[in-house]
């Protein structure tokens, strides 16, 4: 039984990836998004065995394989070149997120989603039961139950929990993409990473396809001063932090084009204690934003949607209370020991690298 009227706030992963599987269960929503149509923030990400399968059931697992590029090997070195580790990865694909995002949402109706509508706050019935979404351009839409996608700084979080904490993190990333070929070819499908001896300093190079290469500077922002977002400064940035690092780091840095580098703060989000409120759910980032080391969050955000749908779609009750205490539970107990590993992941990124140096993904949910 599908519980009327469903708007989707914020048509990223978790947003579309929701639409897609509700309407192959027959259910029917609208998508706000923030941003215009081709609005993709964000280079690329690995996704993993867990994404995957939950892509499956989305329908769109072959169509993301067929543009995402299969990582098989994962390699660590030091930044003097020595291998730390190396080994096999379980099932690992890099990807960019214009790609991936294009191949989820292949097939869902254009009037379903509406671009330049930025949430801007909800209003509610007495019963605390919120009647409509308000967008900033006066816009507005009213609907049954309402879907919070809008990523880690969401807005509608900060509507239904204004008390939760998203922290500032201690690691910022410079993330770029370049195209090359030759430079791909010499990854064989490997997802690599330099770490600084010293601990809180790392590049890492994650193929994303034949042809493009996502790469991501972390470091320690206790250590080293963020640098301003100008192409200049990055560049220098970059190069004096990575003076003398290995070959391919510094083929790397010579083809990027430091116009197309960002600046990314990630950080993590206090545990919430539900992952709704009255008709408000929220999903992926916005539900329980972490520490970029697991590279968990795409992969999470499909699950989320996938779960909520099929159980939203499968409820026999006329209220969808039930269908989000079931899904809030679920995934609270998913996520509880990622968020827990994503913290331990950057504890030893500040640290110096030891010989027992594990994959710096969370391979399982
Ligand atoms: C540098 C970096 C590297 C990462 N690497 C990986 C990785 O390797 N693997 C991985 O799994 N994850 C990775 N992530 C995390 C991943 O990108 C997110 O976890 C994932 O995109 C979450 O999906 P989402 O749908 O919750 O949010 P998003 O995909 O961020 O989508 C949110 C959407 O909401 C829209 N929006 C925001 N505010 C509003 C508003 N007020 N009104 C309307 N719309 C709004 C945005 O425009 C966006 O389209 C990385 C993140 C960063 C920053």
């Given at each position: 039984?599908?519980?009327?009227?469903?708007?989707?706030?914020?048509?990223?992963?978790?947003?579309?990836?929701?639409?897609?599987?509700?309407?192959?269960?027959?259910?029917?929503?609208?998508?706000?998004?923030?941003?215009?149509?081709?609005?993709?923030?964000?280079?690329?990400?690995i996704?993993?065995?867990?994404?995957?399968?939950?892509?499956?059931?989305?329908?769109?697992?072959?169509?993301?394989?067929?543009?995402?590029?299969?990582l098989?090997?994962?390699?660590?070195?030091?930044?003097?070149?020595?291998?730390?580790?190396?080994?096999?990865?379980?099932?690992?694909?890099?990807?960019?997120?214009?790609?991936?995002?294009?191949?989820?949402?292949?097939?869902?109706?254009?009037?379903?989603?509406?671009?330049?509508?930025?949430?801007?706050?909800?209003?509610?019935?007495?019963?605390?039961?919120?009647?409509?979404?308000?967008?900033?351009?006066?816009?507005?839409?009213?609907?049954?139950?309402?879907?919070?996608?809008?990523?880690?700084?969401?807005?509608?979080?900060?509507?239904?929990?204004?008390?939760?904490?998203?922290?500032?993190?201690?690691?910022?990333?410079?993330?770029?993409?370049?195209?090359?070929?030759?430079?791909?070819?010499?990854?064989?499908?490997?997802?690599?990473?330099?770490?600084?001896?010293?601990?809180?300093?790392?590049?890492?190079?994650?193929?994303?396809?034949?042809?493009?290469?996502?790469?991501?500077?972390q470091?320690?922002?206790?250590?080293?001063?963020?640098?301003?977002?100008?192409?200049?400064?990055?560049?220098?940035?970059?190069?004096?932090?990575?003076?003398?690092?290995?070959?391919?780091?510094?083929?790397?840095?010579?083809?990027?084009?430091?116009?197309?580098?960002?600046?990314?703060?990630?950080g993590?989000?206090?545990?919430?204690?539900?992952?709704?409120?009255?008709?408000?759910?929220?999903?992926?980032?916005?539900?329980?934003?972490?520490?970029?080391?697991?590279?968990?969050g795409?992969?999470?955000a499909?699950?989320?949607?996938?779960?909520?749908?099929?159980?939203?779609?499968?409820?026999h009750?006329?209220?969808?209370?039930?269908?989000?205490?079931?899904?809030?539970?679920?995934?609270?107990?998913?996520?509880?020991?990622?968020?827990?590993?994503?913290?331990?992941?950057?504890?030893?990124?500040?640290?110096?690298?030891?010989v027992?140096?594990?994959?710096?993904?969370?391979?399982?949910?």
């Amino acid at each position: 039984m599908h519980p009327g009227k469903v708007a989707i706030i914020g048509g990223g992963i978790a947003g579309t990836a929701f639409a897609q599987r509700y309407r192959q269960l027959g259910g029917q929503v609208s998508i706000h998004e923030r941003g215009g149509p081709q609005h993709h923030p964000g280079m690329g990400f690995i996704l993993l065995a867990n994404g995957f399968e939950a892509l499956s059931s989305v329908g769109r697992r072959s169509a993301v394989e067929k543009l995402s590029y299969p990582l098989t090997d994962c390699t660590i070195r030091d930044h003097r070149g020595n291998t730390l580790l190396d080994e096999k990865l379980e099932w690992a694909h890099g990807i960019t997120r214009s790609a991936f995002l294009e191949a989820l949402s292949r097939g869902l109706p254009e009037s379903w989603i509406r671009h330049g509508q930025a949430f801007s706050h909800f209003e509610s019935n007495p019963n605390g039961r919120v009647r409509r979404a308000i967008f900033e351009n006066g816009e507005q839409v009213e609907a049954d139950l309402f879907l919070g996608c809008d990523g880690a700084n969401s807005r509608v979080r900060g509507e239904i929990f204004p008390t939760a904490k998203l922290s500032g993190s201690r690691v910022i990333e410079l993330v770029s993409e370049i195209e090359s070929d030759l430079l791909v070819a010499r990854t064989r499908k490997r997802f690599m990473k330099f770490r600084h001896e010293e601990g809180g300093l790392a590049l890492g190079l994650v193929p994303a396809s034949r042809r493009k290469l996502i790469w991501y500077l972390q470091f320690d922002a206790e250590k080293y001063s963020t640098p301003e977002a100008d192409p200049g400064r990055l560049e220098s940035f970059t190069r004096l932090l990575t003076q003398g690092w290995p070959g391919p780091v510094l083929q790397l840095i010579q083809a990027t084009d430091f116009r197309r580098t960002r600046i990314c703060h990630t950080g993590a989000l206090e545990p919430l204690n539900a992952y709704f409120r009255e008709n408000v759910a929220l999903l992926g980032d916005a539900a329980h934003a972490m520490h970029s080391f697991t590279s968990q969050g795409v992969n999470t955000a499909i699950e989320d949607a996938v779960l909520l749908a099929e159980t939203l779609a499968n409820s026999h009750s006329s209220t969808s209370r039930h269908a989000l205490t079931s899904y809030s539970e679920a995934r609270k107990a998913a996520i509880r020991p990622l968020l827990k590993l994503g913290n331990t992941l950057q504890d030893e990124f500040l640290a110096p690298p030891t010989v027992d140096q594990r994959i710096p993904l969370a391979t399982t949910a």
